[in-house]
């Protein structure tokens, strides 16, 4: 099969390419754009490239839950044909990660650089390690000035990608046209959403369930009957929502910013 592009190479992502798309490492395009004004020693010269990150997060318990169905349903791992059977399968493997003192850890596949993934520390214990991957994946969310999406607030998420990704001045009335209609699906909501607490919207989906009965939110469900594993399923999961939890109040930031800028926009208008 013919590729338009046989091989990738940073010029070529230079001179082709506006936005990447995929799971990738934030940090990842730090040497494929070029930098400004700084030299190749300064530790924030990802703060120089013209490069904007977008990085979408989902609350760790139900982001846990959806990713077992998932590699149950697409591979068949560990598949279960109840509810009760995948919670049970959930509590076994979680109960036994606990016992080795482990934690999820996954969120840092995306948001350590690759020159921090490929960093060595020593510590004496293995959690303090877990911290400070957690501090350092706190700290790039702040330093690559992430554009932060969740997807429990999608419709906010989508009102902030639309005020970044569209300029206020189009070249034909078609194309401001067919752009804003591309968004206007995901943020129609936005109201109703806006006006829900955390935990109500943690329980609404953008999207049905492709699993049936078996879905995130009955699996979730059938665990919260059981308080004793409640309590070592946030523990197991505190470092990642450590994270999202601060993701969360940028994403909240951001969207309070933008919701404004809007309002004295509009007052302008008027005026």
Request: aromatic share 8%; proline share 3%.
């Amino acid at each position: 099969k013919h590729r338009i592009y046989p091989t990738v190479n940073n010029t070529v992502l230079q001179q082709n390419f506006d936005i990447l798309a995929g799971h990738y490492r934030i940090g990842m395009t730090d040497n494929v754009f070029p930098q400004h004004h700084s030299s190749s020693n300064d530790e924030d010269a990802h703060l120089h490239t013209p490069v904007r990150h977008i990085v979408f997060l989902r609350q760790p318990m139900e982001r846990f839950v959806s990713s077992i169905l998932y590699r149950a349903k697409q591979f068949s791992v560990n598949k279960k044909e109840t509810v009760e059977d995948t919670a049970k399968y959930i509590k076994k493997r979680i109960h036994e990660s606990r016992k080795k003192n482990e934690y999820v850890t996954s969120i840092f596949n995306y948001l350590l650089t690759p020159e921090q993934a490929q960093t060595k520390k020593e510590f004496p214990r293995s959690e303090q390690l877990v911290e400070y991957k957690t501090q350092l994946a706190i700290r790039n969310l702040i330093h690559y000035d992430a554009i932060v999406g969740m997807t429990e607030r999608f419709s906010e998420s989508m009102i902030i990608l639309q005020h970044v990704l569209l300029p206020d001045r189009f070249t034909n009335d078609v194309r401001k046209d067919r752009m804003g209609k591309m968004f206007d699906e995901y943020t129609a909501n936005i109201d109703d959403q806006s006006s829900k607490n955390e935990s109500e919207i943690s329980s609404t989906r953008q999207n049905p369930s492709q699993m049936g009965a078996i879905s995130t939110s009955s699996v979730m469900a059938e665990l919260k009957k059981d308080d004793i594993f409640m309590g070592e399923f946030k523990e197991f999961l505190k470092y990642e929502q450590l994270i999202v939890d601060f993701a969360l109040k940028m994403h909240h930031m951001q969207h309070g910013l933008v919701m404004e800028a809007k309002k004295q926009k509009a007052e302008s208008n008027i005026i």
